[in-house]
């Protein structure tokens, strides 16, 4: 056995065997693969594109891809892609990222124009020597790769963001709608483990505002050997306390998905305690055994899975 010393400096360096940190948080949870979740009940119409590849024996990357491209097309989710609320100057700005088994991983942020940013994430990662790409660099890539160049404030969000400029008031809206950013995480039958994060962002955000999404250790982080966890909400407080890196670490040191996601909650909480009723923040997280789980600041935060019990939205616990 270790003594206290020797725990604590083993878990740092992420020596422990999986079993002994098991036992600081109760009996073993066991898990179903392949298995894919994802952010909010929208999840549930994108689990279903990430489970056709993953019942057939896919690969997870391929998975996550497919899953989040489904909002990221659809005209009424307007917080993901296609249809997302502009700027406040009436530019619709893109935030996505992925990251793959072995903890490789490509980004875009403040990309125009082009529909499916996870895709262009992936090729940051697959065909160029980085880890991201901003704006008119990201838009000229992915241009560069084939990717076409659509308009994509629909009329109905251009409508709403009109009425916006009548007060131009920013103000971050909890539980919006039930939905928000899509982040998805899955496992495949191989045990490979990766995750998928895209977003429109917040909703008349100042012209070039990145959120968490597209940043690796906040709204996205995989380790390969212990599990991933995907961040939605207010994405300034995400990135503050490097959240799905906390949550991720957090489960490397023992805790079950759903401890983890917590205590990265009650971090953000911790860190500024003032007016957080008024903010969402949700985290779901998934380990390599196929355990999931997620916690949010304030009710109302769905995890939406799919396994072989079926597919599913399921309301996470909560702090207030
Ligand atoms: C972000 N987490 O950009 C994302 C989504 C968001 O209000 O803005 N939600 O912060």
């Not at 594109?49 to 497919?66: M, N």
């Not at 940051?124 to 660099?137: K, Q, R």
Request: aromatic share 6%.
């Amino acid at each position: 056995m270790f003594n206290r010393k020797e725990f604590i400096k083993a878990t740092a360096l992420g020596l422990l065997p999986l079993n002994v940190l098991k036992a600081k948080s109760g009996p073993v949870q066991t898990g179903k693969k392949p298995v894919v979740v994802s952010t909010w009940k929208t999840g549930v119409r994108a689990n279903e594109a990430a489970w056709q590849i993953l019942d057939k024996g896919g690969y997870a990357l391929d998975a996550v891809e497919a899953g989040v491209k489904v909002e990221e097309a659809n005209p009424k989710n307007n917080t993901v892609g296609y249809g997302g609320r502009p700027d406040r100057d009436g530019n619709v700005t893109l935030d996505a990222c992925v990251m793959d088994e072995n903890g490789e991983c490509g980004s875009v942020a403040f990309l125009q124009d082009i529909k499916h940013p996870v895709s262009v994430a992936r090729k940051v990662m697959t065909d160029t020597p980085h880890a991201m790409l901003v704006g008119e660099g990201a838009r000229q890539f992915a241009l560069s790769q084939g990717f076409e160049k659509e308009n994509l404030l629909t009329p109905a969000a251009e409508k709403e963001w009109k009425k916006w400029l009548e007060t131009s008031e920013y103000k971050l809206e909890v539980n919006i709608e039930n939905h928000d950013t899509i982040g998805m995480l899955a496992l495949d039958k191989n045990g490979r483990l990766c995750g998928a994060c895209t977003t429109s962002g917040a909703a008349y955000k100042m012209h070039g505002r990145v959120g968490d999404s597209p940043i690796i250790g906040a709204g996205l982080f995989i380790d390969p050997k212990f599990g991933g966890a995907v961040a939605t909400g207010a994405g300034e407080e995400v990135i503050k306390t490097a959240g799905c890196h906390l949550v991720v670490e957090m489960m490397r040191a023992g805790h079950s998905p759903e401890e983890a996601c917590k205590i990265a909650i009650q971090r953000i909480i911790e860190r500024d305690s003032s007016n957080k009723k008024d903010i969402q923040v949700g985290y779901i997280a998934l380990n390599k055994d196929g355990v999931y789980g997620g916690y949010s600041i304030v009710k109302g935060f769905d995890v939406s899975v799919c396994n072989a019990d079926g597919n599913r939205a399921e309301p996470t616990s909560h702090q207030i």
